[in-house]
């Protein structure tokens, strides 16, 4: 084990963040100068997470300090065969964790973390912990809530960065964070995809290649659906500027400019309420496909909802929205989501990656 004081400066992170591994080895490590920043992790560590920690190394400054935890939580696992099929990675992932800027990873045993066994008293995620991801696992965010402020608690942050990938998990502990009273800042950070679009997973390593090009259905069908929004807002743009009336494409028609005048009687019948219905039938029609590939893509659930509550919203919704999609390529379950905007931007309504 690397000692904690070992392997770091207060300047930055070398290549070998040290290696702590109970929580007195944590509260041995506090910084010097400057804030804590952490990153939370469960470990196979890939660019997604190398994104949330370079985030968190510019957050901290020179003079603060980057902590990654590593660490499996059982009690977010339905099944048992699940926990132990998930990849345990700890060499290469203090690599990535030192070559993104961490000056410590905290991977704590299972024994550290809950020294009685699985604890009596958890967190509860509520009602939005029933929703989408937690409708098909149940208890799933109960456990994650849980070790999350555990550690919290243990590593004591300034900031805390998370994935937007994981959308409804982000939400979840923001809304913890602020109902209980947690002195530490979140912040939502992008999510991070490959070249082909497919958002970057540790489950991505269980795909075959067929599997993979069944799997890419999921992204397109969020930018269709960010394309399809994108087009009718322009739409519309286009009828506040200049108004379309069937006068005016039929002037248009007289002109040759067919497209023009189509274009304007689209405006003049478009409707703002078609968003979200529209929205949810872009991204359906490549799910469909999808279905009917080889290997199928079997959905779990679509869902346009709310980042407040994640509850869907309805057709005449204006502000921030997430459009979620989980679905099964063989045996490999992958969660993605895009965040949208519908009409005006809101000013009560916070952008979805920043900060709380």
Do not use: C, W
């Amino acid at each position: 084990m690397t000692d904690a004081t070992e392997a770091t400066t207060t300047t930055g992170a070398t290549t070998a963040p040290a290696l702590l591994r109970t929580a007195a080895e944590l509260g041995a490590f506090a910084p010097l100068r400057g804030p804590r920043a952490v990153v939370m992790t469960m470990g196979a560590l890939h660019e997604g997470h190398a994104t949330l920690i370079r985030a968190a190394r510019r957050a901290a400054g020179p003079d603060g300090q980057v902590v990654v935890t590593v660490f499996v939580n059982p009690l977010q696992f339905g099944e048992a065969a699940d926990l132990e099929r998930y990849p345990r990675t700890l060499d290469a992932d203090l690599a990535v964790a030192g070559a993104a800027g961490a000056d410590a990873v905290f991977a704590p045993s299972v024994d550290e973390v809950y020294p009685g066994g699985e604890p009596q008293v958890r967190i509860s995620a509520g009602p939005m912990g029933e929703r989408l991801e937690g409708a098909s696992r149940p208890g799933h965010f109960d456990g994650m809530l849980t070790v999350v402020a555990k550690l919290l608690h243990l590593t004591r942050p300034d900031l805390a960065f998370y994935g937007q990938k994981d959308a409804q998990q982000l939400a979840l502990i923001r809304r913890m964070v602020r109902d209980l009273n947690f002195p530490v800042e979140i912040v939502g950070v992008a999510t991070v995809r490959e070249p082909d679009g497919l958002a970057l997973s540790s489950r991505n390593r269980f795909l075959d290649a067929a599997e993979r090009r069944t799997a890419l259905a999921l992204s397109r069908a969020l930018f269709a659906a960010r394309d399809r929004l994108a087009a009718q807002q322009a739409l519309h743009a286009r009828a506040q500027i200049t108004p379309a009336t069937t006068g005016r494409a039929a002037a248009l028609t007289a002109l040759g400019e067919a497209r023009a005048a189509a274009d304007a009687q689209a405006v003049a019948l478009a409707r703002p309420v078609d968003g979200p219905s529209a929205v949810r039938a872009a991204a359906s029609l490549v799910l469909d496909d999808a279905a009917a590939a080889q290997p199928p893509l079997a959905l779990d659930y679509l869902a346009l909802v709310d980042p407040a509550d994640f509850t869907e919203v309805t057709d005449d919704h204006a502000g921030q929205a997430v459009l979620a999609v989980a679905a099964r390529v063989g045996s490999t379950r992958l969660i993605d989501n895009i965040p949208l905007s519908f009409g005006p931007p809101s000013p009560e309504s916070p952008t979805l990656g920043a900060a709380t």
